[in-house]
């Protein structure tokens, strides 16, 4: 496995899931099962105040190829197919939702020592093309990541940030499009307890306000969840 700067998305991550994953009033179930051929099927749900979001996914690999189904409520069939390794260094996606003609897509992920690049097209006339890219090493990382809509002509999302990695402190800064900058940081205070804290200030250009969220996770022995806690400020 390539040890570099990573993708763009993961710019951050580690601060953005103490914060913001598994966060959520809904009540949530999911039961998973496994086939001795390694098929697995998850079923879930979600109640959300007097309705029911249920889908039904299915994951079948084989050598370096997976392909996952996912059906939800609405009767619409999910596809993603990855293939490991199309060449070396890279990842290929091919994704499409049934019945809806124009949510193909197509994506290729390589990573390097050095460099992680990722670039994504829709399969329509007028596709939207995405493209990021970070370069560094698995301590320091810059990265951009940009979206452009051909039908219209214009970029959709234009981002830049920075990573810095020790082996227990993460610290990041991003730009979205010029509107607003955040900068994030994530440190592992115990990893035999899982014990983190992590924090995000956000600041808007557009309105001049600030946004200040603190978080800290802590597992009470392997076979417990995780509690966290969560605290956010606005000015």
Wanted: charged letters at 15%; a negative charge.
């Amino acid at each position: 496995m390539v040890k570099g700067p990573g993708l763009y998305p993961e710019i951050g991550k580690k601060a953005r899931d103490l914060l913001y994953r598994d966060y959520q009033g809904d009540h949530k179930f999911a039961l998973t099962t496994y086939a001795s051929n390694g098929v697995a099927i998850t079923s879930s749900g979600t109640k959300k105040g007097g309705l029911l979001l249920a889908d039904v996914s299915t994951q079948l690999k084989h050598n370096n190829i997976t392909t996952d189904v996912k059906v939800d409520t609405n009767s619409k069939v999910h596809t993603t197919i990855t293939v490991d390794e199309a060449a070396p260094g890279v990842k290929a996606f091919f994704s499409f939702i049934s019945p809806d003609q124009n949510s193909g897509k197509l994506e290729l992920q390589y990573l390097h020592e050095y460099a992680g690049i990722s670039t994504s097209l829709g399969l329509t006339a007028k596709p939207i093309v995405n493209f990021s890219g970070v370069t560094g090493n698995n301590q320091a990382a810059f990265g951009t990541d940009i979206s452009f809509d051909t039908s219209t002509g214009n970029f959709t999302r234009c981002n830049a940030g920075v990573n810095f990695t020790t082996s227990d402190l993460i610290a990041s800064l991003t730009n979205n499009k010029g509107e607003s900058l955040t900068a994030s940081y994530f440190h592992m205070v115990s990893p035999m307890t899982n014990t983190a804290v992590g924090a995000e200030l956000t600041h808007s250009f557009s309105s001049n306000e600030n946004s200040l969220t603190i978080g800290t996770q802590h597992s009470l022995d392997p076979l417990t969840a995780m509690s966290s806690s969560k605290i956010e400020w606005c000015t």
